[in-house]
């Protein structure tokens, strides 16, 4: 793979090598429009009704999940994006210092699966988006050839904007927080001056275990970008602030989740068919003005395809360190072509697109919480990682354990999940445990994943971690 420097506008070309300290010219202050982009999703708007419809919580508990569940999930993106000036790697190759070489290809092929479906999720309210702008302002309807076309046109600009690298991305996500941020306080005002807040305060509070259970609905996304993290930080230099990392990663997610949560639930009071709505997005063509729509739609349409183009770039280094032998942009276009395939049998075949994803979350949110567990708890052990050895995939590497497995890792991971799967319920699997308990009632499997992951991995006998690992420049970096 090429090693050659990214300049701004320039394809990149570094796989998932270990980004040398030549390279390192990132700002910390670069991940808050990375994770305001991260969260630029108009189906936060149809997350926050359905907290107030389905759940019936009143507003004050909503406010109250809309903190709590991005300060959770992004404060976890935040510290495991420390990974990343550590390592200089993308996630999913810093992994195989954890697992194994042999052993990475567990978690990270059922992390590769699952961003299949994530970005399919994505790419379907990006095609509705567009469908809505067609009808509303040309008068085109919805049909078949054109569910497919607007489908294709979304996963061709993620494709592209992945391609390019990480400089197409932070560029992109510059100019979608400011222009989101215009707009969402044109669409906030609004729905403050019409909104009949008597009757959105006098809604009772709802059951406490359904406002628990609503905080991890609204952190499993958060949690889906947490392998991801440090892809976006390996550019950052050595010596950056590692609370700045966590700052910015939870700011940029907070000031977006929160308003978005919160305005979701609000417009449900009045249209409560927004929580079930089949096409979230043209319910909300229909409940605001034409000159507001568009721009808001269009604007959250660029929006997705960012949120699909983070997820793909990412999904790009996966593929690789799964052993896929193509070129980051190559194996981007892997996951392209899948998102665009499930997308149309979504479009086109599946009954309840809310139903498919509130689904989907619930056992997202279990999948990568597992992995969490492993390697935040490796992070507190392990102050840097071996760039030699984590490219050699044969028995000569340092992380080659036994085998090629971490036992301590696998083991953590495998139970883990396995913990984590008894308490979740979902539209497509009911754990035997998910109803009786706490946790369960709570909808808490995620939580019980990660930290049954975290404390077994914490506990059982480990490979040490090789002395002079590090080279000098990194232990001299580390001890500053």
């Known amino acids: 793979m090429s090693t050659t420097e990214p300049t701004d506008g320039a394809l990149e070309t570094r796989g998932i090598e270990p980004v040398p300290n030549s390279e390192r010219h990132a700002r910390t202050r670069d991940l808050f429009p990375t994770w305001v982009a991260a969260n630029i999703t108009v189906l936060l708007l149809t997350m926050g009704a359905t907290l107030a419809v389905s759940y019936g919580l009143d507003l004050s508990q909503i406010l109250v999940v809309a903190t709590v569940a991005p300060t959770v999930s992004y404060g976890l993106v935040g510290l495991i994006g420390i990974a990343g000036k550590r390592g200089g790697a993308p996630g999913m190759a810093l992994s195989r210092a954890v697992f194994g070489q042999r052993g990475n290809l567990l978690p990270g092929s059922l992390i590769w699966v699952s961003r299949w479906g994530w970005e399919t999720i994505n790419a379907v309210t990006g095609a509705y ?9 040309f008068g085109i309807e919805s049909s078949t050839f054109l569910i497919l076309v607007t489908l294709l046109l979304f996963v061709v600009a993620t494709f592209v904007i992945s391609g390019l690298g990480i400089n197409a991305v932070r560029r992109c996500n510059r100019w979608a927080t400011c222009l ?53 930080t390996r550019y950052l230099p050595r010596r950056a602030s590692s609370a700045a990392i966590v700052c910015n990663s939870l700011g940029g997610a907070v000031v977006v989740v929160l308003p978005l949560t919160l305005m979701g639930a609000v417009m449900a009071v009045a249209t409560p068919d927004l929580a079930s709505a089949v096409d979230p997005v043209s319910f909300l063509g229909s409940v605001l003005p034409l000159w507001m729509a568009v721009p808001y739609l269009l604007i959250a349409l660029v929006g997705m395809v960012l949120i699909n183009a983070m997820s793909m770039y990412s999904a790009g280094f996966t593929a690789q360190a799964l052993g896929i032998r193509l070129p980051r942009p190559w194996a981007v276009a892997v996951n392209a072509v899948i998102s665009l395939l499930l997308g149309g049998v979504l479009m086109l075949v599946a009954p309840s697109f809310i139903g498919s994803f509130l689904a989907f979350l619930t056992l997202l949110a279990v999948t990568f919480s597992a992995w969490a567990g492993v390697f935040g708890a490796d992070m507190l052990r392990r102050p840097a990682y071996d760039a030699g050895a984590l490219l050699d995939t044969t028995r000569t590497s340092a992380y080659w354990y036994r085998g090629g497995f971490s036992p301590a890792a696998v083991a953590a991971w495998a139970l883990g999940l396995g913990c984590g799967l008894l308490f979740t319920t979902s539209d497509w699997f009911t754990g035997p445990l998910a109803t009786g308990n706490p946790v369960g009632a709570y909808g808490l499997g995620w939580a019980a994943t990660m930290a049954t992951s975290f404390v077994l991995y914490a506990v059982l006998p480990k490979p040490p971690v090789a002395p002079g690992a590090e080279s000098a420049e990194e232990r001299a970096a580390m001890a500053v």
């Open 129 to 137: 988006a567009l469908l809505t702008v067609l009808d509303i302002v």
């Open 180 to 232: 989101f941020a215009a707009f969402s306080l044109l669409v906030l005002g609004r729905l403050i001056a019409r909104t009949d807040w008597g009757e959105v305060l006098r809604r009772p509070a709802g059951p406490t275990h359904l406002m628990i259970t609503g905080i991890g609905l609204i952190a499993a996304g958060g949690i889906s970008w947490v392998p991801s993290a440090p892809d976006f």
